[in-house]
């Protein structure tokens, strides 16, 4: 009975990465693609398959500006992982 209630105290501090996913909507990240391919911006929107929508993109290619985009889609299989950006986007200009 008392790992019942360990597990239930437990469960209510636990993120799950799709509460992290929905909670950085709209806020600046870093999406980096299996190629190396770094796409930083606005987190728009995501679906199940980690298909990403983003606005105000720019494309960085070991680490250097190569491409500015309004919006962006990114296919989910490509994403190695998503990250939240340290900086704003309007500092960076």
């Known amino acids: 009975m008392s790992g019942t209630i360990a597990a ?3 469960s ?3 993120k799950t990465p799709s509460d992290f996913l929905k909670s950085i909507r709209g ?3 870093v999406v980096k693609l299996n190629s190396g391919v770094d ?3 606005i987190l728009a929107c995501l679906d199940g398959y980690m ?5 105000q993109t720019e494309e ?7 491409n500015k985009y309004g919006d962006a889609f990114i296919r989910g299989n490509n994403v190695l992982y ?3 950006s340290k900086r704003t986007i309007a500092e960076d200009e």
């Open 51 to 55: 298909n990403i929508a983003m606005e």
């Open 60 to 66: 960085y290619v070991n680490g250097q500006l190569k």
């Open 82 to 84: 998503i990250s939240t």
């Open 12 to 14: 209510s501090t636990t």
């Open 8 to 10: 239930e105290k437990g």
């Open 27 to 29: 806020r600046p990240v």
């Open 39 to 41: 796409y930083r911006g």
